[in-house]
């Protein structure tokens, strides 16, 4: 079992900064493949970033690339999110889970049915 707690969350003006943290207990962090998700409201939950076990691979969504990265330490059991450029679109309530393979295996990443574990979310607002 696995229990994923973000923080990093608030109110930030639009083109500032947020980092997103996501803190696992359990055992086995450094072997789930993990990603990043955001809900913003009346919309459906969407992916925002991925990354494998060891770091050595990262996936965005292409409404995030080049200005959000996602990157983890296996030691402190802990990934992060961090969120530059920020747009008013970015608001949204983040949240990170974690998948013990089918998000990797099967390629899709993408797609919320391969997580095993979620955290309860931080919320991020970004004003204009």
């Known amino acids: 079992q696995v229990q994923l707690v973000e923080s990093g969350g608030g109110l930030v003006q639009a083109g500032g900064s947020l980092r997103l943290s996501c803190a696992a207990s359990?055992?086995?962090?450094?072997?789930?493949?993990m990603g990043w998700f955001r809900q913003a409201p009346g919309k459906e939950r969407e992916f925002v970033a991925a990354i494998r076990w060891s770091g050595s691979s990262t996936y965005y969504a292409d409404s995030v690339k080049g200005r959000f990265t996602i990157s983890r330490d296996n030691a402190k059991n802990t990934v992060y999110l961090q969120m530059n450029s920020l747009k008013p679109e970015d608001t949204a309530v983040y949240s990170c889970a974690a998948s013990r393979g089918r998000a990797d295996y099967s390629g899709n990443y993408k797609y919320l049915g391969n997580y095993d574990y979620w955290g309860q979310g931080t919320q991020v607002t970004v004003s204009s």
């Open positions: 359990g055992r086995s962090f450094s072997s789930y493949f």
